[in-house]
């Protein structure tokens, strides 16, 4: 039995490398990257016959991490696909190596504030073991403190894995709303572990109000803030059959991602309350709109904290223009675009965005960024102690 489930698993790597091999040799025609791609098939069909896996090119890899940033059904913003930067590290297996890769990381894709989509690939599964696995959902995460029953000081999400953290000796931040999260790195053949983020390769924005204070007590001294670069940490990055399970990757945020979920979520920071009173908004009835005006407010004041800081943010309009423009250059390529509305529409307006009014199809692909079975409760730190 074991030796028939070897031979099935090898021969679906087969079919997915030779599906990606042939998407990239024709995709990059007539480039001195592409060569034949019979030779190429045959030797990763030996290299497979020989080691049950294979070892993708640099250029295989660059080209699989963007290919699969385009086919990401969740994401909007893929116009820019083919501009990921790949940096490949696929020799790290070690969780002290990863986290060391994954603060500089952060530090090349903030640049200072022109944050760069940037993906980190560590070492892939293989027949003999499974590759390291970072547990953390985002390289920048903040602690949620529960130490009321019905309170939570900071990032209501994160409060599991930050009791999980302190039950493994971390000394805790100062007890901001906003204090950093280790990151949680688990290395070949290795428990997990925790590390200190760095606070230089953390680039944070104070958020502040347009209106400032002419707006009144309302809009002053807010106290909020958020991270620049939202990267990904917790999927694993499929590539011709080939998995990558710790692949940090980051875009640049769009707006609504802090102001209408990260912030207003009721399960993580939960602020239209307080921003309606700092308002001076009826919020008696919810006939009142108060959370739709307290919304819109507080995504005012996100984008308006980006610019002041000259940090590269989008908002949901543009974004939501940009996308069309990706399925209509996709679609004069000869490429389908698989999308899933739910995500692809943003959180606050959607009707007013172009996105909104299509249909899409939730297309499957064996290139892409997929959520393992496990990862999300890793996430939560469950198991951790």
Known sequence: MEILQEC?????????????????????????DAGDPRERLAAVRAELADTGTYRHTPEELEHGARVAWRNSNRCIGRLYWNSLRVRDRRELTDADGIAEECFEHLREATNGGRV?????????????????????EQLVRYAGYGDHPSITVGDARNAELTSALLALGWSRGPGTPFDLLPLVVQGVDDKPRWFDVPQDAVLEVPIEHPDGAAGGDGWSDWGLRWHAVPAISNMCLEIGGIHYPAAPFNGWYMGTEIGARNLADTDRYNLLPAVARRMGLDTASDRSLWKDRALVELNRAVLHSFDRAKVTIADHHTESRR???????????????GADWSWIVPPISGSATPVFHRTY???PSSTAYVHHPGAQERAQGRDLV
């Open 8 to 32: 099935s698993s090898t021969a679906q790597v087969w079919e997915a490398a030779e599906e990606f091999i042939r998407l990239f040799h024709r995709e990059h025609a007539g480039s001195a």
């Open 116 to 136: 760069r989509p940037t993906i980190t690939v560590f070492a892939p599964d293989t027949p003999d073991r499974p590759g390291p696995v970072i547990w953390s």
């Open 323 to 337: 996308f069309l423009t990706h399925l209509e250059k996709e679609e004069r390529k000869g490429r389908d675009v």
């Open 361 to 363: 199809e939730d297309r």
